[in-house]
Each structure stands twice: as structure tokens, then as C-alpha cells.
């Protein structure tokens, strides 16, 4: 064989590997139960290929009764101009820029022109979504063709969107106007404005509870909120005086950055009452894991980070926090399980310029990291059956040049490209869309 | 052809389809258990990994347009749900394990054979597609070609990832000199 491997250690390795396969003993003959299945499982798919064959049959006999027999397409049913889901088959490859929405909110307008977004196929974990130039789309594995679940009447959002059982929530901003707080909701329908003149939201675990800080006009004091998605009574709201900015959820208290004219402060704040309580040591909160209550933070006034475990009244003492091994942290999202997290460092304020990608277990060992150009998001994704989720990575390495990569945690490298595609350039026009609660 | 004569009869009678399937488990199974054992170290997960294998391409086997595909179909069902298995079961260890695994003491020159104890750990400690390569190519004796079939990745990707599990066990089991 040409192009077998051959050298005195690959002669060795063969007979290892045949002497170490030699101790799996398999079985000689067939166990009852596995030809059992094996029966079941032929008989079962030669039944679904006679089903699958009715059903084609049926659907061209069907079909050909809705276009009476002549070709015709039948008259659309229903409206077009809301934002309600688009059948994966009626999505062009490349999508047209957003039309102006039907909103309930009367001081919003339409996202600026922007270029077309083309994509490429999408093979990473089935269902994920993203928000590109003001457009919620689900990507299906295998398929170029993704749905549009919402549309935000914002072209850009200030952080990646949130789903949740309600609806997708998304920060949207335009140049020279106010931010807007969108719930897209799940059944279609306008987007609902949440609130304006916030710079960050956050979800509860669940996907019930939305908390939000909004700013008076001279950005000097802030009111903290949380809502019910849900429509159950969980309201509460706190005037600080001063700016906040909420960041996460963390067992029930809501983690907040702060800035008072000297040096930022992060903390916490427990819904219903009517203060914060300073976070000591910690400038800034990157992330948090509203299940666990991890978070990340940075030390001090600096960019080096740790992880923490809050305890439920907000205290970042429970238990001596993890300390990265780098510094410069961006952005930064949790395993599901929270054992882990991975998160984006930066050495330079170039966009597209090389970016840290690392991976720390919470409280083990567990860590790594990799070179990524661009890098700017990550997201623990939907586990494939029976597996762990694998981490998608998005990129921007060159203007309106975007890329998904799917990074494994047993690998330790970020090897498969899963997406890729172009749109509006710069900060806040793509996304991809995390999920509350978070899939496991 | 064994395979295709196996197609023929799982479409026929009940006692018929039996004795074609036993005589195909005898035929392909004993190798998948051992290929499933090389990728994930444990005998009783690589017959149940094997068996799952089997009655998946068993499933898919009346659709599958050659009869031939049987053994690749069944070799790379293997090595999914192996990879599955071990990403499910010690994806963290792994990860642990590789970032401080130290090479063992200086080779000795008597030793011609790999040491089964030492490939073993070497062996699960390998990226796992690096291990399904070595496996793959090494074991079954498969071409870089087939090999990239199964992994479904390029030749060239193939050559790498033996490149660098050869490297690895290499250098873990202290036979640099080879």
C-alpha cells in the first residue's frame, strides 16, 4: 500500500495496537437481543419508506389539486409585512436589506440601508441563531437557506440578543439616537419596545425575567428594573444614584457595573430592595451564569480577570475567586453546567486584529486557549445528542466578513469553519443569539 | 458478493432474515468491538458502542446503494459514537491530562515491542481524531483514503493528524529514538 505509514515505531504501533485490540473479547456469535433490534430497526425503516413513499404521492396529488391542475401558484394566505417566522423555503440565499417593520413603538424608524447579506451553508449545531443587520435568523445544519423568527427595528444591538420562551429580546441602537430594549415575540407580531436609554440587559436562567437599568437624560443616576416575560407579578425597581449597567443574573441577583466619576465599581443588586452592594476589588463584571452563580470579573481598576462565585446575597466571598491566566478580556459566556467558560481577550482595539480565545474551568483545572483573527463572541451551543455542546466562536476578520468557528472542548482547537457570510460591517450588526434558558 | 447477498435476505423471511443477519454481525462485529475498544479503552462500552453501530447500519443497510458500504458505514459508526461516548463520559480529563502529560523515562533500547500498558494510556490520551487516525490506519490497515472517508476529511488532513499521533505517542512513550 503506498501510502501506509511505515517506519520501525509505526511496525511496533501496529502490533501494540493489534495486541491491545486483542483484550476487547468481542462476542463470536450474536447476542439475542442485538439481532432482536437489528429485526426491529429493518422492519421499522422498511415501514417508514412505504409511509415516506404515501406521503410524496399524496403531496403531488395535493399539490397539483392547490394549483388546479394548471401550474399556478396559489394566492398567498395572510400578510407578509409583519414580522412573524418565514418558511425556511420562501428565504432567499441572499437576503435583501430590512424593510421598515410594523412596530408599537411610534419613535423608532427603519435600520439604515445596508448591504445584503449573503450566507454561506451553516453545518454547526442545528437551531442556533443569529441576529444579522437587524434580522433574527435560525440556521438549520446543511442548509443556506436559514428562517427569519424576528425582525428588530434596530439594524444594530448594543450586546448579542437573548431568546427566550417569550420572544427574543434585543438592545437595539442607531447612530445618534437612544437605545431601545425590543421583545420580538415568540407568536410574530410587532416587536415590543421593554424600555429606552439602557446600555445593557440580562435574563434570568429561566428566560422569565428581564433586568435592565435605565439612565436619566444626564446619564447621573439610573433606575434599576426587572420585568416578568412571563407575565407573572415579579416586578421590582431601585433608583440608584448613579450610572449602572446591568450585566447578568447570578442566583437571583441582578450584577451591575457601575461608574460614579471615579473608578468603576462592579456589584449587585437584589431585586426589591433599594440599593447596591459594591462588588470589593472588582472594577468590572464581564459575565455571569444566572444557574450557578459564577462571574466573571476583572480585578481592581485592571483588565485581568477572575471568575467568582456569587452567593445568593451577592457576595463575591464564596469561596477564594479562580484567577485567569491572561488579561484584557472582552467578552466571556458560561457552559451550561458551569463548569466552564470561555471568553474573548484582546491586546489591541483593532476589530479584526488577532484575538485570545480561552477556555478556564470554573474551579478545575480545565484550561486553554488559541489565536483567533477577529474573534469578538462566544456561545456554549446546543449539545449534539448524547454529547457535550460544542463553543461557536464569531469573527469579523475583515469588514462585514464573518465567520462561525465551532471549537471543542477535547480538542482544544477551533478547527471547523461552520458559517460564514457578509453583511454591514462594524460593532453590533451581527450576533449570535443566545438562548434562556441556556440549552443543555 | 457477502454483503449484497445479506441485503437480499434481510428482505425475506423471518428465520431467513435472522441467519443473514447473525452471519453479517460475525462478519463485521468482532472488528468494530476492537476498533471501538482501541478509541475508547473500555470492553464493555466498545461492545455496546459496536452493537448500536451494527443495528444503526443494519437500519440503513436496504438504502444503501452499494452493499459494499456496509464496513465503512459501520467503521465510521463506530468512531462517531465512540467520540460521542468520550466527549460525553471524560472530556475534561482528557483536556487535564494532555496539558501536563510528560514524556517517560529515557527509551530503552531493548524494547522492540510497544508496551501494551503505556499505548494504552498513550493512546486515550490523543486528541480523538488523532486516535480514530491512528486506529484507523494503523489497526485496520485502512488507506488514507478510506481513512478520510470515515472522518470524512481530506487526505491531507488524515496525514496530519497520524503526523502528529505518531509524534505524540512518540514522545509520551519515550521512543523518540525510532
Keep these: ?440 | 458478493m457477502v454483503e449484497q447477498d445479506a441485503l437480499v435476505g434481510l428482505g425475506g423471511r423471518v428465520t431467513e432474515r435472522s441467519s443473514r443477519l447473525a452471519e453479517l454481525y460475525e462478519r463485521n462485529v468482532p472488528d468494530a468491538v476492537r476498533l471501538a475498544y482501541l478509541l475508547t479503552g473500555d470492553r464493555e462500552v466498545s461492545q455496546d458502542l459496536a452493537h448500536e453501530a451494527f443495528i444503526r447500519a443494519v437500519g440503513r443497510l436496504a438504502h444503501l446503494r452499494e452493499a459494499d458500504a456496509f464496513g465503512p458505514y459501520l467503521r465510521r459508526s463506530v468512531v462517531n459514537l465512540s467520540r460521542n461516548h468520550f466527549r460525553g463520559r471524560s472530556r475534561e480529563r482528557a483536556f487535564v491530562q494532555r496539558g501536563v502529560a510528560v514524556p517517560s523515562a529515557e527509551p530503552s533500547a531493548e524494547r522492540t515491542v510497544v508496551d501494551r500498558e503505556a499505548l494504552r494510556s498513550a493512546l486515550l490520551a490523543l486528541p480523538e481524531r488523532q486516535r480514530a487516525a491512528i486506529a484507523l490506519r494503523f489497526y485496520l490497515d485502512l488507506s488514507e483514503h478510506q481513512t478520510a472517508e470515515i472522518l470524512r476529511c481530506r487526505t491531507g488532513t488524515v496525514r496530519s493528524l497520524v503526523s502528529r499521533g505518531v509524534q505524540t505517542l512518540r514522545t509520551t512513550m519515550g521512543t523518540n529514538d525510532a
Excluded at chain 1, 427595528?153 to 438592545?171: E, H, I, N, R, W
Excluded at chain 1, 426589591?272 to 451564569?289: E, F, K, Y
Aim: a negative charge.
Design chain 1, 1 to 440: 500500500m503506498p501510502d501506509r505509514p511505515d517506519d520501525s515505531f509505526d511496525d511496533d504501533l501496529r502490533e501494540g495496537l493489534e495486541s491491545l485490540a486483542g483484550e476487547a473479547a468481542p462476542p463470536a456469535k450474536a447476542p439475542t437481543s442485538v439481532l432482536s433490534s437489528a429485526r426491529r430497526r429493518v422492519a421499522w425503516n422498511s415501514a417508514a419508506l412505504v409511509v415516506a413513499v404515501v406521503l410524496v404521492i399524496g403531496g403531488v396529488v395535493a399539490g397539483y389539486g392547490l394549483t388546479g391542475g394548471n401550474g399556478s401558484t396559489p394566492a398567498p394566505i395572510g400578510s407578509l409585512t409583519g414580522p412573524s417566522p418565514v418558511p425556511t423555503s420562501a428565504r432567499p440565499t441572499s437576503v435583501p436589506p430590512t424593510s421598515a417593520p410594523v412596530t408599537s413603538a411610534p419613535s423608532t424608524s427603519a435600520p439604515s440601508p445596508v448591504p445584503a447579506p449573503s450566507f454561506g451553508p451553516w453545518t454547526g449545531p442545528n437551531d442556533t441563531m443569529m441576529f444579522i443587520d437587524g434580522v433574527v435568523y435560525r440556521f438549520f445544519l446543511g442548509s443556506e437557506q436559514p428562517a427569519v423568527i424576528g425582525l428588530s427595528p434596530d439594524a444594530t444591538a448594543v450586546q448579542s440578543p437573548v431568546s427566550t420562551p417569550y420572544g427574543v429580546v434585543v438592545l437595539g441602537r442607531q447612530a445618534g439616537h437612544e437605545t431601545h430594549l425590543w421583545l420580538l415575540p415568540k407568536e410574530g407580531g410587532p416587536a415590543q419596545e421593554l424600555a429606552t436609554n439602557t446600555d445593557g440587559f440580562a435574563v434570568s436562567a429561566d428566560g422569565s425575567q428581564i433586568a435592565f437599568a435605565t439612565l436619566n437624560h444626564a446619564a447621573t443616576s439610573s433606575t434599576l428594573r426587572v420585568l416578568s416575560l412571563s407575565q407573572l407579578p415579579a416586578p421590582a425597581s431601585a433608583t440608584i444614584d448613579t450610572y449602572v449597567r446591568v450585566v447578568g443574573f447570578a442566583l437571583g441577583e441582578v450584577v451591575v457595573d457601575t461608574g460614579d466619576g471615579a473608578a468603576a465599581q462592579a456589584a449587585t443588586w437584589t431585586p426589591g430592595s433599594s440599593s447596591i452592594s459594591p462588588l470589593q476589588g472588582h472594577g468590572r463584571a464581564i459575565a455571569t451564569d444566572p444557574a450557578s452563580g459564577f462571574a466573571v470579573l476583572t480585578e481592581g481598576d485592571g483588565t485581568c480577570w477572575v471568575i467568582a462565585a456569587l452567593g445568593p446575597s451577592g457576595n463575591a466571598g464564596h469561596g477564594p475567586p479562580k484567577r485567569g491566566d491572561g488579561c484584557g478580556i472582552d467578552q466571556a459566556s458560561f457552559d451550561p453546567s458551569g463548569d466552564a467558560m470561555t471568553a474573548i481577550e484582546s491586546a489591541s482595539k483593532d476589530r479584526y486584529g488577532p484575538r485570545q480565545f480561552v477556555l478556564s474551568g470554573t474551579t478545575s483545572l480545565l484550561g486553554g486557549g488559541t489565536e483567533i483573527k477577529g474573534a469578538f463572541q462566544t456561545w456554549w451551543a446546543r449539545p449534539s445528542a448524547g454529547g457535550p455542546g460544542s463553543i461557536l466562536v464569531l469573527t469579523e476578520a475583515g469588514p462585514g466578513m464573518f465567520t462561525v468557528l465551532e471549537c471543542r472542548v477535547s480538542e482544544n482547537l477551533c478547527p471547523f469553519q461552520v458559517w460564514m457570510g457578509t453583511g454591514a460591517e462594524g460593532e453590533g450588526t451581527t450576533w449570535i443569539v443566545e438562548e434562556r434558558p441556556a440549552p443543555r
